[in-house]
């Protein structure tokens, strides 16, 4: 039975790290286990490790609050992921090093609250005999294995919020809007965002846009006498036979920076339908602030349930949520390849049944 474990959170942040860190914490106090914060990602267990006690008083507050008390890291000599779809094996070294960390702080098992890159690290410490489970963190909602991620929740409401602000100055001004969301390769963010704050137009990168078609909702709502529209665009969304479009050329050992496709939208939309166009990005609103009531239940039953795989020594796992409740599936399953929209699945037949035109 371990006495002490480490938690660390990896990648980008979002609502709900903190609420799986006092989780975690608070399953492994009450059953005697002492739990250590990480600090900075997994470059704390390295030499000179950088961690801090997580006892009672130090969880105050932090189910609300955003953000990870812990830090984290999205680059440096732990980034697994290099491109869209390819990771790196991490050297021997680094491996043996962060093993030899974890038995200098005396922990024996590692809770990994992460997304697809610090879960591929995480599969590859499994891999080199450390004990590990995961727990799934994205705005983005991209990882197998799981319905849900943690933090996926917060930033649909977040985008949801600013398409009902945008909808009234769209509508003030007979204006066409542009909401650029994040999401990286997936749509999951704009789609439901899209539904739940009535958009009329929603572009996500599995389904690849024709303008014509975009322009053609415009005229059709301009025929109801509605004289403005409201898109939706997801960072990754790109044209028919066009590419992605990033911020700045792509750094070694990282992921393409996403982002720029709204503004493009927004121009070529202007052009062709002679009406006034804006553009908003959204960005890092989504990732920050406090988790809603969603993610706040789901951040409790995954800290939970990470630490009843801790005394099942049912290690490599990482917790999931199947929709009807909680599971867990081998790491390996959830990484390696993205969860995208499904076209032809529950949400996107929901769009296309209201009218939503998605730029087919
Ligand atoms: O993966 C979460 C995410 O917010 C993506 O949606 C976005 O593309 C990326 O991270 C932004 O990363 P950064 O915080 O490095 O700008």
């Known amino acids: 039975m371990p ?35 990480i600090l900075g990602g997994f470059d704390g267990l390295l030499e000179p490790q950088k961690y801090r006690v997580l006892d009672y008083k130090a969880i105050d507050g932090l189910l609300t609050r955003g953000g990870t008390i812990l830090g984290t890291a999205n680059r440096g000599q732990f980034s697994a992921k290099v491109g869209h779809g390819e990771s790196r094996q991490l050297p021997k070294e680094l491996m043996d090093a962060t093993k030899a960390g974890m038995e200098a702080l005396g ?5 990994s609250i992460g997304g697809d890159g610090s879960l591929t690290i995480s599969q590859q410490m499994h891999e080199h005999g450390i004990p590990i489970i995961g727990v799934p963190k994205t705005i983005d909602n991209d990882l197998e294995g799981t319905m849900m991620t943690f933090g996926f929740d917060s930033a649909v409401a977040c985008a949801t919020d600013a398409l009902d602000r945008l909808h009234t100055t769209a509508e003030s001004h007979n204006r066409v809007m542009v909401l650029e969301v994040m999401g990286r390769y997936a749509g999951w963010i704009a789609l439901y965002a899209g539904v739940a704050g009535g958009a009329d137009v929603v572009l996500i990168p599995e389904i690849p846009f024709c303008y014509d078609s975009i322009c053609a909702k415009i005229t059709e709502r301009e025929g109801k006498g509605k004289h403005f529209t409201l898109v939706i665009v997801a960072e990754g969304a790109r044209e028919k036979d066009g590419g992605f479009v990033t911020t700045s050329s792509q750094e070694a050992n990282r992921e393409a920076h996403l982002g720029g496709i709204g503004h493009v939208v927004a121009q070529e939309l202007g052009k062709r339908s002679g009406k006034e166009t804006r553009c908003c990005v959204l960005g890092h609103l989504q990732r920050g602030g406090t988790p809603t009531t969603f993610d706040r239940v789901l951040c409790s039953m995954f800290g939970a349930m990470a630490v009843e795989l801790i005394v099942a020594g049912d290690y490599g796992k990482m917790v999931a949520y199947t929709g009807k409740g909680l599971g867990a599936v081998k790491i390996s399953e959830a990484v390696g390849r993205l969860k995208m929209v499904p076209i032809g699945g529950a949400m996107a037949r929901t769009a296309r049944a209201l009218g939503i035109s998605l730029g087919e």
């Open 107 to 111: 922990i024996s098992a590692l809770v």
């Open 3 to 37: 006495q002490r474990i480490g938690i660390v959170t990896g990648g980008g942040d979002c609502p709900g790290l903190n609420a799986v860190i006092r989780a975690v914490t608070k399953a492994a106090t009450m059953r005697g286990w002492e739990s250590l914060g």
